[in-house]
């Protein structure tokens, strides 16, 4: 099992750019895929950006690509989501998860979240 925390998340102006950053406890941080989801107020939780256990394969919601930059530290136990171009529509709590299988929308399977940070974005 393994324990997700996220944290960077905050107030910006459209435009302006945050790193997320998601620390993972427990066994065998590498042998796991890792995204962010984020969920907007009434909305449903949608997949931003996936990468996989090596860091060679990553995959992006259509409405964050070429904006968001997905990466990780196997070393570090670290995922983190690089965010720049920021709009007001991607104000969301966003989570990091876990999980073994990587797709092009999201993780399937058995799937292990953070508690989530807050970006808001403002106009």
């Known amino acids: 099992q393994v324990q997700l925390v996220e944290s960077g998340g905050g107030l910006v102006q459209a435009g302006g750019s945050l790193r997320l950053s998601c620390a993972a406890s427990?066994?065998?941080?590498?042998?796991?895929?890792m995204a962010w989801f984020r969920q907007a107020p009434g909305k449903e939780r949608e997949f931003v950006a996936g990468i996989g256990q090596r860091g060679d394969s990553t995959y992006y919601a259509d409405s964050v690509k070429g904006r968001f930059t997905i990466s990780r530290d196997n070393g570090k136990n670290m995922v983190y989501l690089q965010m720049t171009t920021l709009r007001s529509e991607d104000t969301a709590v966003y989570s990091c998860?876990?999980?073994?299988?990587?797709?092009?929308?999201?993780?399937?399977?058995?799937?292990?979240w953070g508690q989530g940070t807050q970006v808001t974005v403002s106009s």
């Open positions: 427990g066994r065998s941080f590498s042998s796991y895929a």
């Open positions: 998860a876990a999980g073994f299988v990587l797709g092009v929308r999201g993780i399937y399977g058995d799937t292990y």
